[in-house]
C-alpha cells in the first residue's frame, strides 16, 4: 500500500477529525468527504488519525478511500477539467479535447499544474451520450465541446467559470420530466424556478414529508422546499401522483448516495443524488 505524503499537524488533525466523528458519527465515506472538501486530497497522516479514532486499520481506511474514484491521494488542482472518453464522445474527437487540454495547460491527464490550479482527468463515460463530446468543469457539464473552446473554457475557469449563470450559457438547458411509474408529468409551469417550470415532487426525511421545487434547467441546482433540508440528508423522493418512490438503479459517483431516477419526457432519463448539498447527477438522453 501507498500513500502520497500530506503531513497535517496532528493536533490539528485530531482536532478535526473529531469535529467530523461528532458530526457524522462513524460513518466512514462521509468523514473522508468532509477531509477531501477541506484539502482538496486525503493526506496520509488525517487517515491514519481517522483510522485510530474509529479504532480500525488504516488499511481499511485506504480500501474504502481508493474504492471510489472522487477520493484522492494526491493534491489536486483548484479546477478539476474531465474529458469524456466513452464510445460516443469518442467518435466526435474527444481524444482531440484531451490532447488540446494537455498542450494548453502542459499536463497529461491525471496530473496537475505545478501552480495546483487546474487537475486533467478523463473519464470512460458520464452518461450524457446525445450531448457529446462532454466535458465537465468543477461539475459544470458543458455540451458539444470542440477543440477551438478549450482556450476560452480554460480562461473562463480563472474568471470564476462557476458564478451565474447567464440565459445563454450552454452549460443549461431546459427538460421536461415524467414519473417512471405512472408516466405523469412532474412539471409545474405555475411555480417557475429560473423562468422555467419547475419539477415538483414529494419528498420526506427526518419524519418530515412536503413538496420539493427543482429547477428544469439542467446545470442549475435552485430548489424550493416546504421544509428546510439540512445539508448532507438523504432525502427520500416521491411522485406526486401515483406515490411511487422515484428511486434509481445506482448510487451516486460522488458520495456513494443513492440516486433518484426520472424520465426525460423526449426520451431518456436523469439521475441526481439523493444527498443534499451533493451536485452528483447523470443525464441520458
Known amino acids: ?58 488499511r481499511d481506511v485506504y480500501g474504502v478511500a481508493s474504492f471510489y474514484k472522487a477520493f484522492s ?64 468543469v468543477d461539475g459544470d457539464y458543458l455540451p458539444k465541446v470542440k477543440v477551438n473552446n478549450i482556450r476560452k473554457i480554460i480562461d473562463e475557469t480563472k474568471n470564476g467559470m462557476g458564478g451565474p449563470m447567464e440565459k ?3 452549460r443549461i438547458f431546459p427538460i421536461q420530466v415524467v414519473c417512471p411509474q405512472c408516466n405523469h408529468s412532474l412539471m409545474k409551469p405555475e411555480h417557475p424556478i429560473d423562468n422555467y417550470p419547475c419539477i415538483h415532487v414529494t419528498i420526506s426525511f427526518h419524519r418530515k414529508h412536503g413538496w420539493l421545487r427543482l429547477s428544469s434547467l439542467y446545470g442549475s441546482f435552485n430548489i424550493e422546499s416546504e421544509h428546510e433540508i ?27 448516495s443513492q440516486m433518484i431516477l426520472m424520465l426525460v419526457q423526449n426520451g431518456g432519463n436523469i439521475q441526481i443524488c439523493s444527498r443534499r448539498g451533493c451536485k452528483g447527477h447523470i443525464l441520458d438522453v
Open 168 to 170: 445563454d450559457d450552454k
Open 1 to 58: 500500500m501507498y500513500l502520497i505524503k500530506g503531513q497535517i499537524e496532528k493536533e490539528s488533525a485530531e482536532s478535526i477529525i473529531d469535529e467530523c466523528i461528532q458530526k457524522h458519527g462513524r460513518f466512514l465515506i462521509a468523514i473522508l468527504q468532509d477531509i477531501q472538501r477541506r484539502y482538496n486530497y486525503l493526506p496520509e497522516n488525517m487517515l491514519r488519525v481517522l483510522a485510530e479514532k474509529l479504532h480500525i486499520t488504516i
Open 230 to 256: 439540512p445539508v448532507d440528508t438523504e432525502v427520500n423522493f416521491f411522485c406526486p401522483h401515483c406515490h411511487a418512490e422515484l428511486v434509481g438503479s445506482s448510487t451516486c459517483p460522488e458520495c456513494s
Open 73 to 136: 491521494f494526491n493534491p489536486k488542482g483548484k479546477h478539476i477539467i474531465t474529458t469524456c472518453t466513452g464510445t460516443a464522445c469518442h467518435v466526435r474527437g474527444s481524444s482531440k479535447i484531451v490532447d488540446a487540454f494537455s498542450n494548453t495547460l502542459r499536463i497529461k491527464p491525471g496530473e496537475t499544474t505545478k501552480d495546483k490550479m487546474f487537475t486533467l482527468e478523463t473519464a470512460a463515460c458520464l452518461g450524457c451520450c446525445a450531448i457529446g463530446p462532454v466535458v465537465v
